[in-house]
């Protein structure tokens, strides 16, 4: 699977924002069903290890990462990360460069959680399916963080906000030769569907980022990538999206920009969990 390399720049870019969105409700409900020691956690899609940054010292008890990405360079970043749970018991850290579409059962045998955070809209419909059948069949516990659900809100607010969205979700909505439509927007659904057909409970909180003038690179750099893949998805819009991106920019340079850009977590529960 290639859903689209990213870069260690825009991952410690967004961490922060990434940090302050996250759940902490779903965390205590996760680790009610942590009995195993030390806990074995499979994080998938890993980049540098932000979600292992995150989640880790908020459960208690040792624990064994396994963190799984395409990408062997953030790998190599990953590794370099000295964690402690929230109970001073050590985390270690290992890293295997797969593919996360060959993923088996056997994978995730000895696992007490699966953890993954902005991977599921990166992924196809049968992507996420067989992702979900395989979790499923391991019993598995499976925390998904920050899928994106559409929404969108920018102040000053601009008459073209929702069409840029639309061509913004259509473009998280492509075809993928070889590998069919990405799910972007629909991921959080589809997931949540394909769980409860084997009978999961799934718990969503909303995780919105909401940026402000304290992540001013952020905001500008999302802004930016976000008004581009508008733009290459319906170029019709470039004269909406120039006379918006002047309106934002000039928020922007004053710092009173605000963006909102929603998200959902997923808690995935097995039957008498």
Do not use: Y
Request: one cysteine or more.
């Amino acid at each position: 699977m290639t859903p689209g390399w990213v870069t260690a720049d825009w991952l410690a870019l967004r961490e922060p924002a990434d940090a302050a969105a996250r759940t902490a409700e779903l965390v205590d409900l996760l680790a009610e069903r942590l009995s195993t020691r030390p806990s074995v956690v499979v994080d998938l899609g890993s980049g540098s290890g932000a979600n292992m940054r995150w989640l880790a010292p908020r459960i208690s008890g040792a624990q064994v990462w396994w963190l799984i990405d395409q990408d062997r360079r953030l790998l190599e970043l990953a590794e370099q990360t000295a964690l402690t749970a929230a109970d001073g018991a050590p985390v270690t850290v290992e890293t295997r460069c797969a593919d996360l579409t060959r993923l088996t059962t056997d994978d995730f045998t000895d696992a007490s959680l699966v953890s993954a955070s902005a991977l599921l809209d990166l992924l196809t419909a049968d992507e996420v399916r067989t992702l979900v059948d395989t979790v499923a069949a391991a019993g598995t516990p499976a925390l998904f963080a920050l899928s994106v659900t559409g929404r969108v809100e920018c102040e000053p607010s601009d008459p073209g906000t929702a069409a840029i969205t639309a061509a913004f979700n259509g473009h998280q909505q492509r075809p993928i030769r070889g590998r069919g439509r990405l799910l972007g927007p629909s991921a959080p659904a589809v997931t949540t569907d394909a769980f409860r057909r084997h009978g999961w409970t799934v718990v969503a909180e909303p995780s919105p980022w909401r940026l402000d003038a304290t992540h001013a690179d952020l905001q500008m750099r999302w802004l930016t990538e976000w008004c581009a893949a508008a733009a290459e998805h319906d170029h019709h819009l470039v004269p909406t999206i120039e006379a918006a991106m002047t309106r934002w920019r000039t928020a922007w340079e004053a710092g009173t920009l605000r963006i909102v850009v929603h998200h959902v977590d997923l808690l995935a529960i097995p039957p008498g969990r």
